[in-house]
């Protein structure tokens, strides 16, 4: 069974010269670009009452924007019983310290097991809201805070203050290699060219900016205090490698050795074992969006990144 959507929104004197389908996916913060993208080119987008089959179309500014398109009912997620590490809750949002090895979102090759399956049992009006009220995502091995809103309208809001960037995340992470000061790596961010799991430094991606500063240097390795500016995937793993700093554990962009002849045996035991990336998102603070309060929140290292740490400084 189908039925219809539709979407009816005005375009920003700000968007003046954007394209068609980023400011599209500005204005619909809910959907992802490619959908509406796919909407573009199959004539499912009017601005100011005309069909408009291009994406990469300018825009003037002030246009009237409507959209219609049909979604397909499908079966509702699965509710599970999966262990949810609340740190914060109130009638309004959840925020919980994710673990290792926890995919957010089902997808292809996920399809039950996540963190939206354990939100549905936890808390299951949360169903009605799109995402299960997920407003940002960590990676399947990156521990650490996230942000779920309850309802709708509460992840509308938490959404528009991520793009202000009025929600203030930081990570701590542990990078191979020996380094002497912090920094600001300021570097757009796309899709790789070629390899489509994978994100990659690229002049024509989105702007993504990361700060980061020493926690302590070890022989061969730094523990780093990392904060996010933008939001794009993989952004700190990608970002670290490209100043070739790759993060301990990160299979996908660790191009570097994580071990070192001058590095102890012991030690390298330890780094050959630790299976995933050494990131963890320690603390959250934002605005609440209904109280309008600062909420700070705090997770501390997990065990496995603990123990790193721990071997590190011994040799």
């Not at 959507?5 to 996916?25: A, C, E, P």
């Not at 490619?34 to 199959?42: D, E, M, P, T």
């Not at 994710?98 to 090759?109: D, E, F, I, T």
């Not at 009006?125 to 521990?143: E, S, W």
């Amino acid at each position: 069974m189908t039925h219809h959507q539709h979407l009816n929104g005005i375009v920003s004197n700000l968007q003046f010269g954007q394209r068609l389908d980023r400011t599209l996916t500005e204005l619909f913060p809910n959907y992802s670009r490619s959908q509406i993208k796919n909407w573009i080119l199959n004539g499912l987008v009017r601005i100011n009452g005309q069909v408009k089959t291009q994406p990469k179309e300018k825009i003037r500014g002030n246009e009237h924007v409507e959209i219609k398109y049909f979604i397909k009912e499908t079966t509702p997620y699965e509710a599970q019983a999966i262990p949810l590490r609340i740190v914060y809750e109130d009638n309004d949002i959840l925020v919980i310290n994710k673990q290792n090895n926890l995919v957010v979102h089902p997808g292809a090759g996920n399809t039950s097991g996540t963190l939206l399956n354990g939100l549905l049992y936890y808390f299951p009006p949360i169903l009605n809201v799109p995402r299960a009220g997920i407003v940002h995502r960590l990676d399947k091995n990156t521990t650490g805070l996230m942000l779920i809103a309850k309802s709708k309208l509460v992840q509308e809001r938490l959404v528009k203050s991520l793009k202000a960037r009025e929600i203030t995340r930081e990570y701590e992470a542990v990078a191979i290699g020996s380094m002497t000061a912090g920094g600001v790596i300021e570097q757009p961010i796309a899709r790789h060219a070629t390899k489509r799991t994978q994100m990659a430094v690229n002049p024509t991606g989105k702007s993504a900016v990361t700060h980061y500063h020493i926690i302590e240097t070890f022989r061969n390795h730094t523990h780093l205090k990392l904060q996010l500016q933008t939001g794009r995937t993989h952004q700190i793993r990608v970002h670290m490698a490209y100043i070739h700093h790759p993060l301990v554990g990160d299979s996908l962009y660790g191009r570097l050795r994580t071990s070192f002849k001058k590095t102890s045996s012991s030690v390298n035991n330890v780094l050959r074992n630790f299976r995933r990336q050494a990131l963890h998102a320690s603390m959250l603070r934002f605005y609440h969006p209904t109280t309008f309060l600062k909420i700070e929140c705090h997770a501390p290292l997990p065990e496995d990144m603990i123990s790193l740490i721990s071997a590190l400084k011994t040799g």
